[in-house]
């Protein structure tokens, strides 16, 4: 099984590649800058440059992959459309090449509170407004899908166990990008999984739970 990682080389995305090669998976991971892909990705990985907003770049990148994990998502910057662009343009453009390629499954990460208009996220360039379509978009493509939505995102990990609910469910908390890298491998065999919004935080407090009672959501 061959898996497309766009995204590979921002904070989240390099920590899926990192947990696909530790499970022995064959992966490829879509990116921009290849030196800066060779430098911090593990070297079994397959570098293949392409971009979300040109999608002519995309259809080489997908052949023979049967899943894409898409962890993209806009930089912050003084560019207001940056996140209708890389957030909502981009996924719809992954979204559409991967419906013609024929991919088994797309895992896409989001984030919490995506239906909540007036969060103050939104006030930068409505970040999760613009997530929250791309998301639409993907329930409504045809494609299998488990979109996975995580609180807050730390680079620290901790021991903290999992929590998962359903689609907005979860208000609040926080996960380090680790345990996110965790939830989008383990999907990937999980067809209980399968048309499913996943809310993700992790909860000093929470029982301890294995991986069937966790995404039995």
């Given amino acids: 099984m061959k898996i497309l990682v766009a995204g590979a080389t921002g904070q989240t995305g390099r920590r899926i590649v990192q947990e696909l090669v530790e499970k022995g998976m064959d992966v490829r991971a879509l990116v921009r800058d290849e030196a800066k892909a060779k430098e911090i990705l593990p070297p079994s990985v397959e570098v293949v440059m392409g971009d979300v907003l040109k999608p002519t770049t995309l259809d080489n990148a997908l052949k ?3 899943v894409v994990i898409c962890a993209t998502g806009a930089a912050p910057s003084w560019d207001i459309t940056a996140f209708y662009k890389v957030d909502f343009e981009g996924s719809k453009n992954l979204i559409n090449c991967a419906k013609k390629a024929d991919i088994d499954k797309f895992i896409f990460v989001t984030s919490l509170c995506v239906s909540k208009f007036f969060h103050p996220l939104n006030l930068f360039g409505l970040v999760l407004f613009w997530k929250k379509q791309a998301e639409k978009y993907l329930i409504n493509s045809g494609l299998n899908y488990t979109i996975v ?4 995102l730390k680079n620290e990990d901790n021991l903290y166990p999992l929590v998962v609910k359903g689609a907005d469910t979860l208000e609040e908390g ?10 989008c491998v383990e999907v990937i065999s999980r067809p209980q999984t399968d048309g499913k919004i996943l809310e993700i935080v ?3 407090d929470a029982p301890s739970q294995d991986w069937d009672q966790l995404l039995a959501v």
């Fill in 64 to 66: 023979d992959c049967e």
């Fill in 149 to 152: 939505r995580p609180g807050g």
């Fill in 174 to 183: 926080s996960i380090p990008r680790r345990k996110v890298a965790q939830v």
């Fill in 202 to 204: 992790a909860q000093e």
